[in-house]
């Protein structure tokens, strides 16, 4: 099949949610993924954070392949070794107490916001059930993840949205004073704003919502699917504020590129969430599993974690002498670029043609590489936007 005939097909088939780049992938290795033509791109994307260690690390394609011709799915009405490795990996590296395996993002998150209604209504009875989240977040696609979401774009069409959210502008500490009312059972945040425009919170703003949270019961919540599984230099973000959240979600990269998402609470949530309150089909599937367990066991070292903490930094570093970078911000390899020019959009089109893949968020570029991306495929993808952003 040509490209073309991809498109027209893609036009005629399926529902047109997206605005897609002008290529076709169809294979990869490392950062490079190989287009339908048999054309070459620097990935600086990995499928938005998912492919952290690239296309088909040898090890992760062993792991997955292996699980394939074992057993591809069992029901959750079995137990699987698999998912309690995976689950107990996450306990260990986070201190936390119990998992609920699922298959997204979105998924994690709905778990999330489960768990904090379902605490306060145990222990308070009816009438506490908001949940702060930040005005430019991003929690999902679902009815209530999207109602969760502090974006009025969002909030159109699909009425009546779930209720019991209100969002507070990041970062305004005062703001968050005023709408922390007797009703609040959760506050629910990224720590780097990624859909919003990979925003980090400041650390002002961290400190005042746990502290307020501890003050009150209410639970402190991190939406970590897409900051997670060591993109922004520690294995979970929130380690770099000195917290300890009640509830953490994590998609995105935890399977390296198979659909997979956690919920993880600490001891006082271990049983809020009893047998029938919540479940899945396909969460906790042991390919997904298998892949997990092989990505936790790579990207979680501290020689691994250096390793992107100076990728991120030397990625930083050259981006700040490039033409039409206004702002580098973001934390390890997430990362993103103001440019002076406000053309965000047209720069990562014209990447495509040129070989780059990068993303946007908001008006800003945004990069999501591999964690384990070669030095020479940072160069060559840099010099690629650096020739791009000179045009
Ligand atoms: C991508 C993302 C989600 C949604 O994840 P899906 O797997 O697409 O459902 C939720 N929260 C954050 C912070 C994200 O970046």
Known sequence: ???????????????????????????????????????????????????CLGYCDDGWVKAVTLQAAAVQHISNLYYSPLQTEVSKKLCELTGMDKVFLCNSGAEANECAIKIARKYSFDKYG???QKILTLVNSF????????????????????????????????????????????????????????????????????????????????LLMIDEVQTGVSRTGTVYCYEQYGIQPDVITSAKGLGGGVPIGACI????????????????????????????KEVLSRVTTKEFLEEVNKKGEYIRKKLSSMPDVREVRGKGLMIGIVTEKDDAKEVAAKCVENGLLI???????????????????????????EKVMSD
């Open 126 to 128: 009816q009438g506490r």
């Open 1 to 51: 099949m040509t490209f073309e005939e991809i498109k027209n097909d893609e036009q005629k088939y399926m529902m047109h949610t997206y605005g897609r780049f002008q290529t076709a992938i169809v294979s990869g290795k490392g950062a490079t993924a190989v287009g339908v033509s048999g054309e070459k791109y620097i990935d600086f994307t990995s499928g938005i954070g998912v492919n």
């Open 139 to 218: 929690h999902g696609r679902t009815v209530t993840t999207l109602a969760a979401t502090g974006q009025d774009v969002f909030h159109n069409y699909f009425f009546p949205f779930t209720e019991g959210f209100d969002y507070v502008t990041a970062n305004d500490v005062s703001d968050l004073e005023s709408k922390f009312t007797d009703d609040v059972c959760a506050v629910f945040i990224e720590l780097v704003q990624g859909e919003g425009g990979v925003m980090p919170l400041s650390q002002e703003f961290v400190d005042a919502a746990a502290g307020l949270c501890t003050e009150k019961d209410v």
């Open 359 to 385: 993303l946007t968020a908001k008006n800003l570029l945004r990069l999501l590489p591999p964690l384990n991306i070669s030095y020479e495929e940072i160069d060559e993808g840099l010099s690629v936007l």
């Open 265 to 292: 609470c600490n001891a006082k949530l271990s049983d809020v969430m009893t047998a029938g309150t919540h479940g899945t089909t396909f969460g906790g599937n042991p390919i997904a599993c298998a892949a997990a």
